[in-house]
């Protein structure tokens, strides 16, 4: 499954109980491997190409905090780093490490038979047409992030 499917099946499936349920498993997964879901997220945003701190978050869905967190966690263990950004020396591009690729290569796996896992239990014929569909609303009606004084809170898997 191409990684921007495995981002709309994750993305679509948020909040909802299957989402809910999909995400702890996955980050269950994931332990396993020593990464977490938004780590996995961020290192692979990060792979893309040369983005700022606030640019991943706003891309994957994390507010700046959040984002500040997970970042200094990455740097801890050796996985990114952060260098000033040429165009404008406040804000921070983040590398991934060749430690964090190692991570990566890793999690991609987890991740992918994850979803693979999880799809296997519809029926053959209702797989892609659920992750079309999946994707069509991801990319169109629910690509931007809607602002909003109080978002719903996100559950930790704890």
Same mark, same amino acid.
């Given at each position: 499954?191409?990684?921007?499917?495995?981002?709309?099946?994750?993305? $679509?499936?948020?909040?909802?109980?299957?989402?809910?349920?999909?995400?702890?498993?996955?980050?269950?997964? +994931?332990?396993?491997?020593?990464?977490?879901?938004?780590?996995?997220?961020?290192?692979?945003? $990060?792979?893309?190409?040369?983005?700022?701190?606030?640019?991943? $978050?706003?891309?994957?869905?994390?507010?700046?905090?959040?984002?500040?967190?997970?970042? #200094?966690?990455?740097?801890?263990?050796?996985?990114?780093?952060?260098?000033?950004?040429?165009? #404008?020396?406040?804000?921070?591009?983040?590398?991934?490490? #060749?430690?964090?690729?190692? +991570?990566?290569?890793?999690? #991609?796996?987890?991740?992918?038979?994850?979803?693979?896992?999880?799809?296997?239990? +519809?029926?053959?014929?209702?797989?892609?047409?659920?992750?079309?569909?999946?994707?069509?609303?991801?990319?169109?009606?629910?690509?931007?992030?809607?602002?909003?004084?109080?978002?719903?809170?996100?559950?930790?898997?704890?």
């Amino acid at each position: 499954m191409e990684q921007s499917t495995e981002n709309a099946v994750q993305r $679509a499936l948020g909040e909802s109980r299957a989402g809910t349920d999909m995400a702890t498993e996955m980050t269950a997964n +994931l332990a396993e491997v020593g990464a977490t879901p938004r780590a996995h997220c961020v290192l692979h945003r $990060a792979l893309e190409g040369e983005f700022t701190q606030s640019q991943i $978050a706003d891309s994957v869905g994390l507010d700046k905090t959040t984002m500040v967190v997970i970042t #200094d966690k990455l740097e801890k263990e050796g996985l990114a780093v952060r260098t000033s950004s040429p165009v #404008d020396r406040r804000a921070r591009i983040i590398s991934v490490t #060749d430690k964090g690729r190692a +991570l990566l290569a890793r999690s #991609d796996e987890v991740v992918s038979s994850t979803h693979e896992s999880v799809l296997s239990a +519809l029926p053959e014929g209702l797989r892609e047409p659920f992750v079309e569909a999946l994707t069509l609303l991801v990319e169109g009606r629910l690509a931007k992030f809607v602002e909003c004084e109080q978002p719903p809170r996100r559950r930790s898997a704890s």
